[in-house]
């Protein structure tokens, strides 16, 4: 029956068809429709997302990497699933937090509209609270690293005791999830410090002495920038308890693209320095990589190969293309762009 | 492919690929960095000679090297305007093409569904379905699929509209036809002995093109080669004209890949085949409306109106009179300017309704195209007066007419080149007739070499 379908579809897929007619069915791409979006703070908004049939759920603490079309190009980033237990027929939600110079956070919060089919993945992620779960859990977020804990709250703060959160934000308007947290503390469900950083400065955590003064007997999870993170590895590591510590990385970085760079051709385990003026292409060829190629003048398209990572520059108009882990493959012409940058390819 | 032209370098026009230079592993050796990817050259370029080597005037001798690199930055921009400007309203617009497409071909093919149904004399369904699946393949092979082998819709990141996925309905496999058209053609068009286009090696349209006895019979061939289009494109992407002349000097690994790739050819056809000529006829026999072989019939036809509409379009690409032709020499170092000015030179347009351009995947603006393969077809309208604009103010002919005229004059090009040029001191009933001696005596008369 499939064989019969697919050789009246060629050359195309049945799917290809079956997507006009219904793009959330079971087995097709994942996708998920926008069904309303509310704002947190000026900056932030949590939107909920109605997920196509083949969503295989999530654990609290898990993120989803979405991929949607802005100005007719799909960007892929990654967010925290924020909803609850009590979500109504499955929704799940995220809640970004727009970020300078952010295409997608800042699309998300202030542009997108509610009836938006954008693509999904699974959820993915090991920044999750274990089977048994912790007795004094501690967790410290700072900015929009509350996402994934208050993902972890919603679905779990009934059954977790003595919970210690320290949530750091640059002001009191900006503290995400604000009144959540606030009436959680007030109900003695967790016990909540604040630190805003124009008030208080930032976190030192060497204040946790005195804020959560039995926080060596605590298992802690930590989400926030890098500088947090860095900051609590090395802490708990000196005080001899990484075992005792769950950090999540999330990478908003923006790729500084630069003139030349490293190109590391992944498959063959080659890495060249290239730099800013020469075609990858040529390049990868120079060092004996098995590169596709063609016109070798950006018209034919025969060298396109898949970044995986790092930025790149075309030779002809200067055009900067970026990627990173979060944001997924972009395919490049090799015979036109040169490294701006370290770059991981395909190859 | 290893039976395509060689690659032209600026330094090294015999190199075959790039030698990898010894002094700095990490430089590209020198010559490999293709001198088009650039408007302006590191060595002054030479002026046009006042004629070609045929004897046929220079279109271009009036410009300078410099006013060449002018035109070049002038394009360069008019690209990078839109390219910049690409957005939503672009991919909605090729989403919605797709779309069209595809609920058009479905329907059809459900109308085929009941294709021997009968009423008042006629199969209204046959009717409907043949015409509705003969437009949905059209579209589908000009204004989808050859488009977005191009790469025109690449930026948008969609991995299912894109250059590296894309498979049309059409016998030649994309990997192939991408390498033929996108590289070869693209890259040499109207070069003389390097543009496989020029004629597909079957038929004489420019006058610098040497006549050989072959070419008697052109007007035979065009008509033939127009109805059943998609297989000639399919063994012309294969090279297989090349294949069977040069057979016994190929090496065996030139010949493994031509099995390879021969037997991907196959394989697509067969599967093209079963699709229309046995599923289909075969689902319309479930509904027992005797509409079996009105399918098949409706496919056979929709195939032809298809092979023959593409045909049409793309002989005016490059065949109409006052389209120029390229020499090899005149290639060597080319920058990116000198290669704009061949693109607009050797490339000639359509002028109609808008549908008629989405019919033409917008190949009537085959100058734009030419110019920039990879921007998107829905864009070709708005720039078009500005490069006739360009065109004009550097007095270069920018070649378009209706569709009737334009195709009359390639099948009155095919009539009248199919005789030899007219010689001093001999006839050209004499020289037919000479080829014909020599081609009965074993002797030639079977090159189809330029």
Known sequence: MRKVAEALATPLVPGDYLDLLDPMRAGADLRGRIVSITAETADSATLTIRPGRGWAGHVPGQYVRIGIDIDGVRHWRAYSLTHGDGTPDDLISITPKAIPDGVVSNHLVHMAQPGTVVMLDQAAGDFTLPEVLPERPLFITAGSGVTPVIGMFRNHLGSLRDVVHVHCAPTESAVMFRDELRGYAAASRLTLHENHDNVAGILSLTSLDEL???????????????????????????????????????????????????????????????????????????????????????????????????????????????????????????????????????? | MTLAPERTTSTDSTATGPLPSTENPNMPAPGTVNSRLSVTSAEPRPQRPEFKKSGRPNPAAHLTPEQIEEIGHELDAIRAEVMESRGASDAAYIRKVIKTQRYLEMGSRAALLFSGVKYKGVRPFWWIGTAGLGVSKILENMEIGHNVMHGQWDWMRDPKIHSTAWEWDNASPSSQWKHSHNEIHHTFTNVLGRDNDLGYGILRVDEDQKWTLFYLFQPIWHVANAAIFEYSIAAYDLELGGYLAKRKRLSDEDKAEFRKNAQEVVAKIKRQATRDYVLHPALAAATFTGSTRHTLTANIVANLIRNVWTNTVIICGHFPPDIETFEKTSIEGETRGEWYLRQMLGSGNIHGSKAMHVMTGNLSHQIEHHLFPDMPSNRYAKIAPKIRDLMERHDLHYVTGSLPKQVASVYWKVVELSLPPKREGTTRRATILRAAKRAIKGKGGQGRRY
Do not use: K, Y
């Open chain 1, 212 to 347: 959560v003064p039995d926080w060596r007997e605590r298992e802690t999870w930590v989400c926030g920038p890098t500088g947090l993170l860095d900051a609590a590895e090395s802490h708990w590591a000196t005080a001899g308890l990484a075992d005792q510590l769950h950090v999540e990385r999330f990478r908003t970085s923006v790729v500084e693209p630069g003139e030349g760079g490293t190109v590391t051709f992944d498959r063959a385990s080659v890495t060249v320095d290239a730099d800013g003026a020469t075609p990858i292409l040529d390049a990868g060829e120079a060092a004996g990589v098995l590169m596709p190629s063609g016109c070798r003048m950006g018209i034919c398209f025969g060298c396109v190969v898949t970044m995986r990572e790092g930025a790149v520059r075309d030779l002809r108009s200067g055009e900067i293309t970026t990627t990173d882990e979060n944001s997924g493959d972009v395919r490049i012409q090799t015979c036109v762009n040169a490294a701006a940058g370290p770059c991981h390819l395909d190859l």
